[in-house]
């Protein structure tokens, strides 16, 4: 007799997807509001050191998307928004399809979307995103980010991982006589 193949209820996956979605979304809710009321006042040119040389944390409103592209597009406020909101649809869509037993998806797609809620909820309320987080390494220094853009990064390798690892299906071959 052969190995007992353990599966997962197919409820299981919406329940995942569902807690990574408020961790990453609930987290950089909060983590914006906190940066509104203590880094704003600070101004952009006077960050808080967390690790010097390394880590700060300095405030910065982003009306465009990834790295302040867009910025000036017309109805880019609106673009931004509905592109994000079609995004969502796409992660639920393939949620639903989805293997019940395919842990790191379902936590891959919670991440995305709690990421993708959390960027949109700030663009509707407030016309731009709100970042904070700079990271450095000797003289180069990343875009200023929060936890919605680290929730996408995040979630994003994690189905490119998924991809990397899945086989492909075998190609289906068809025997010919001669």
């Known amino acids: 007799p052969g190995d007992p193949v353990v599966s997962t209820s197919p409820s299981r996956k919406y ?3 569902g807690a990574f979605l408020a961790l990453s979304l609930g987290l950089d809710q909060w983590t914006k509001a906190l940066a509104r009321e203590l880094l704003r006042p600070r101004g952009p040119f006077n960050p808080k050191v967390v690790i010097d040389g390394f880590f700060d944390l300095r405030y910065s409103e982003n009306p465009g998307v990834a790295f302040g592209m867009l ?8 673009l931004l928004t509905l592109g994000a909101v079609a995004a969502f649809v796409l992660v639920i869509v393939y949620l639903r399809k989805l293997d019940p037993n395919a842990s790191r998806l379902q936590i891959a797609l919670g991440l995305v979307g709690g990421g993708a ?8 309320n407030y016309g731009r995103v709100t970042d ?3 990271w ?3 003289t180069h220094e990343w875009p200023t980010f929060n936890v ?3 929730a996408l990064c995040i979630g994003v390798g994690l189905v490119m991982l998924d991809m990397l690892r899945t086989p ?6 068809t025997a010919s006589s001669a």
């Open 71 to 78: 910025q000036r597009l017309p109805g880019g406020r609106m």
């Open 148 to 150: 919605a853009d680290a």
């Open 168 to 173: 492909a299906p075998p190609a289906s071959t």
């Open 132 to 134: 904070f987080i700079v």
């Open 136 to 138: 450095r390494v000797k």
């Open 15 to 17: 329940v995942l997807f």
């Open 117 to 124: 809620l959390g960027n949109v909820i700030d663009r509707i």
